[in-house]
């Protein structure tokens, strides 16, 4: 059986940590702590608009954006919301642009 030597005691100018250095635990200060974090806030109309809009299903191989290693990232340009998206399935990952309306053109048919 191993035993641990004893601890030495400190040098001049040498602090030992009580706490350990992984530890990120901040005491929240006073006007913060006061808030309320549930219930209605101000941002709750784009965050409900990002939920209903974000792609569900990828355009490639059509597998479900909810994976542990999909993601779809809502960002703007302009007044177009874009989602950046990758499929864990086929890792496709590209922009995906939602639209209100689209008028396409069909060829005429050759009967």
Known sequence: MTTLPDPQPPQPGQVYRKEPAWSNH??????????????????????????????????????????????????WQGENRTFHTRCDRCDWTGDITPIERMIGIEPPHDD
């Open 26 to 75: 901040q005491e929240i200060p006073a006007p913060v702590a006061d808030r309320r974090l549930t219930g209605a806030h101000w941002w709750d109309p784009d965050r409900l608009a990002h939920a209903a809009d974000q792609p569900r299903f990828c355009p490639t191989c059509g597998g479900a954006l909810d994976g542990p290693g999909s993601i779809a990232i809502e960002y």
